[in-house]
């Protein structure tokens, strides 16, 4: 059994940050979770709260005291920037004893993903995961709603990965010896079009819901309407209407690095099926 060690999850409050958080206490570890504002956030009982902010690293002597592992997210601030910060995050979490850093890959190259790359110093792990399943969550207002999915693209392929999974595959590597040096990309066991995950959710809840495929004139306008900025579409436009081959394949690497098989979209749809029942 691993032994008991402390560590620092950077962006916990955040969808893959909470799973980590979560795997680490299931399995026995001590976690310290950072964030911005201890008033606001909420975690289970075990946690440590301690605020601070990636964009002032020189702030964080203390919560990286008596800390084995640092789980790292590339960007910061009230505006979500790029950090710039890494080389001296690196070398506070040296100073303190942090012996392994996994870092969640941001979609590109980014400067602190750079920084740990390029750091020596510590066993580092970059995690790589694919379309989140929770991205489903999207669809949920219109399902509760009229029943239905509004989409383009719905012949796109995607391996797409429980938000659960990458946080095993997180502890894992945080806690345990064999995984420096290493890029995961994190999938889910099995490739889904957008037809299948509707029939999924909707085996979850129990009614029928249809799907109606956009064009991607109307998916533009749908997007714009909800808010979103144009870089934020054009990437999906991408990511959706050329979904790279990274994207669409199943890595295995779940079952290779926690021993057990990745999640299923079936499991996830069961978890949340409430949500899509307009339950809270």
């Known amino acids: 059994m691993t032994q008991t060690q402390k560590i ?29 504002d201890a008033a606001k956030a909420s975690f289970p009982a075990g946690v440590e709260v301690v605020e601070g902010d990636l964009t002032e690293p020189d702030g964080l002597a203390a919560a990286l005291e008596g800390v084995t592992g640092l789980h790292l997210i590339t960007f910061g601030g009230a505006a979500f920037s790029p950090l710039e910060t890494g080389p001296r995050l690196l070398e506070l979490a040296r100073s ?7 870092v969640l890959h941001g979609g590109g190259p980014t400067p602190l ?15 790589m995961p694919v379309e989140f399943m929770a991205n489903a969550l999207e669809w949920a207002d219109g399902i509760v709603a009229a029943g239905e999915v509004r989409e383009p693209f719905v012949d ?5 990965v429980h938000e659960g999974d990458i946080g095993a595959v997180a502890a894992v590597a945080l ?12 999938t889910g066991p099995e490739v889904l079009t957008v037809g299948d995950k509707v029939k999924t959710i909707a085996a979850a809840v129990g009614r029928e819901v249809t799907l109606i495929e ?4 109307q998916a533009l306008a749908q997007w714009r309407a909800a808010g979103l900025p144009e870089d934020v579409i054009g990437f999906l436009l991408e990511a959706y209407g050329n979904t790279p081959e990274v994207g669409r394949t199943v890595s295995g690497t779940v079952e290779k690095v926690t021993g057990r098989p990745a999640r299923t979209f079936a499991q996830w749809a069961a978890e949340h ?6 339950q809270s």
């Open 96 to 102: 303190a004893g942090v012996r392994r850093v996994t």
């Open 156 to 160: 796109r392929l995607s391996a797409m």
């Open 175 to 186: 806690t345990q010896e064999g995984h420096g040096g290493q890029e995961y990309v994190i």
């Open 113 to 127: 993903e750079d920084a740990v790359r390029a750091d020596d110093g510590v066993d580092w792990t970059v995690l």
């Open 214 to 217: 956009l064009t991607q004139q």
């Open 8 to 36: 620092l999850v950077t962006g916990a409050t955040g969808t893959v940050g909470r799973q980590i958080v979560a795997e680490l206490l299931d399995r026995g570890h001590e976690v310290r979770a950072l964030t911005r």
């Open 273 to 278: 099926a409430d949500a899509f029942r307009g």
